[in-house]
């Protein structure tokens, strides 16, 4: 089972999603089993930012001095032994995600769902820097999409 633990520094992410915490974990139960954890406690903290700190942490951590729409920190002991297991730390910046003013409830909630389950995928080490990678994440990404899609509609 996954638990997000959602924290919030920008008060726009209210007025997009009403119930933040409940939003994204029940993306995670919609998670095809495989990336379900079943029988295990499986929790990861998820920031939702701004461009103004998002760049700051993208600076500090990664030395680039740019914002960004997502920036995922995988926990580096992870065990695959433990009951329990935190996967690391995830931040979405509002202002990628709400880019075009006039996006419906339901297409940003598709966007913030793909970019949800894109940072997912860094914190299990999934990564796009080589080609054969970025397949192989991208048919991970769709194969989640396709699963939780029923539940943003």
Not at 9 to 32: A, G, H, Y
């Amino acid at each position: 089972m996954i638990k997000v633990n959602v924290l919030s520094e920008d008060n726009s992410w209210s007025k997009k999603l009403k119930k933040k915490e409940t939003f994204f974990n029940n993306i995670c139960k919609f998670f095809p089993k495989k990336f379900q954890f079943i029988n295990k406690k499986v929790y990861f903290t998820l920031l939702l930012s701004n461009n103004k700190n998002i760049k700051k942490l993208n600076k500090r951590f990664r030395n680039k001095n740019k914002h960004t729409d997502i920036l995922s920190f995988p926990f580096q002991q992870k065990s695959k032994k433990l009951k329990e297991i935190y996967l690391g730390d995830m931040i979405i910046s509002i202002n990628y995600m709400n880019k075009s003013k006039n996006l419906s409830a339901y297409d940003f909630r598709k966007k913030v769902t793909k970019i949800f389950i894109h940072g997912f995928l860094h914190l299990l080490d999934f990564d796009h820097i080589k080609k054969k990678d970025y397949i192989k994440m991208l048919n991970q990404e769709q194969k989640i999409f396709e699963s939780v899609q029923k539940f943003i509609n």
